[in-house]
Structure formats: C-alpha cells, structure tokens
C-alpha cells in the first residue's frame, strides 16, 4: 500500500516536541533586495522554546536576519522522508560576549554535557561565533510526504 502524505495541526507544547530531536533545518532569511536566502543548518530548542542556530557574524544568515528579522525554517528529520515542519518567527543575532552562555546552552541542546565547557567557551572566543536566536511566532502542519490520501487509497 503506498505512503499517505500526513499534515497534523499541533499546538505549541507539540512542536517543541517535535523540534527538541530534530536539529537539521533550511533556514530562510531576505537578502537586501527581498529575495529569499537559504541556509542548511543545525538547530536546536533553548529552555524557552527558541529555535538556536550558532553562526559566525559575517555569514548570510546573520547579516540578513539582523537587517530583515522575518526567518522561516523547515526542520527536517534525520530521514529524509520523515516528518517536518515550517516554522515562521522573528530572529535577533547575539555577537559575543552576549552570545557566550546561549552558545553554551545550544551546544547542550543539541549534545548533552561537554566534557570541558571552559574549553569550549575558549573555542567560541577564538572563533568569534554568533548566535541566530528564532521566537517562534507560527507553524504550518507537521507534515510527512506520500500520496494525497484520495488518491492513496486507489492505488
């Protein structure tokens, strides 16, 4: 029997919850002109919901959302064809030194405990990252692929 492409409406509790395991995303941000930019990035949940995306300051994502805050992301399962889902929401950019603890707090998102966070601190330093900081305004359907269920159920 072939696949039923899914799209299950899900309130705010739900996506967190389904976003807390994925930490593969397109992120979208405008370019000067308005025209869509898009970025493949790893992602993760902060402890108040937020979508944290680490980057370096003068990549397109950061320079993009800091002029126009309106991002989108679609979050991918790690299966290609796994569930997903488009989240909308205003970004902020934090540089360093505002950007070290939510840095620490993305990592652990995304990889539990590291073993030497003083090193890790020293790493971000050094590498002068940034991080995109996304509050989530609205979401579309959790979604999967396949066949819409009318024609699903003829084949």
């Known amino acids: 029997m072939p696949k039923t492409a899914t799209a299950d409406r899900v309130d ?12 593969k995303a397109l992120l979208q941000t405008r370019r000067g002109d308005g025209s869509p930019q898009l970025s493949p990035v790893t992602c993760g949940v902060d402890e108040q919901g937020r979508i944290v995306v680490s980057t370096y300051p003068q990549r397109a994502k950061a320079v993009n959302a800091r002029r126009d805050p309106r991002v989108s992301l679609c979050v991918l399962s790690d299966d ?23 840095l620490v707090d993305y990592f652990r998102s995304i ?45």
């Open 12 to 23: 705010r509790d739900q996506l967190i919850e389904f976003l807390r395991p994925r930490h």
């Open 111 to 155: 990889s539990g405990e590291h073993p030497d966070w003083d090193e890790y601190r020293a790493a971000m330093q050094r590498q002068g990252k940034s991080l995109v900081r996304v509050t989530i305004e609205r979401w579309g359907p959790v979604a999967t692929g396949g066949f819409p269920p009318e024609l699903a159920h003829g084949q």
């Open 80 to 102: 290609f064809d796994g569930p997903w889902v488009q989240v909308d929401g205003q970004a902020e950019v934090l540089d360093l030194p505002a950007a070290l603890d939510p």
